[in-house]
């Protein structure tokens, strides 16, 4: 079960920090993604990490603005987005799927190689 908290409306240029508990299986053997849908758009990756270590993935869009981080004790993944756009408006979903070993970039932005989904946290940017 992944669930989402933290997201909001903020003005453009401010901040928001979204949490995504994942209680899943072997947590530390997990490929997590943050992902997002806006209206009328396909979901787009955000950025994702493997759980058992290593640094994380990000899309071209949020490189330099977004951060994702783990609380490996908490189970908690957490992706601050700072200097917000009106165009990263959407639905935030966090999802995760058993690994043996960390994805590469290309499937770990994918969103068809992730089975466990969160219900998602709405932002929005104006």
């Known amino acids: 079960q992944l669930v989402e908290s933290g997201g909001g409306s903020v003005k453009a240029g401010g901040s928001l920090r979204l949490s995504c508990v994942l209680s899943v299986y072997n947590y530390c053997k997990n490929d997590m993604g943050w992902y997002r849908q806006a209206s009328g758009k396909e979901r787009e990756a955000v950025a994702a990490i493997w759980t058992g270590g290593g640094p994380p993935y990000y899309a071209d869009s949020s490189k330099g603005r977004f951060t994702l981080t783990l609380d490996n004790a908490k189970r908690t993944a957490f992706l601050q987005m700072d200097t917000l756009k009106p165009e990263d408006s959407a639905m935030y979903f966090c999802?995760?799927?058993?690994?043996?070993?960390?994805?590469?970039?290309?499937?770990?932005?994918?969103?068809?190689?992730?089975?466990?989904w969160g219900q998602g946290t709405q932002v929005t940017v104006s």
């Open positions: 999802a995760a799927v058993p690994t043996r070993a960390r994805f590469d970039e290309f499937w770990a932005l994918k969103p068809s190689s992730y089975l466990y």
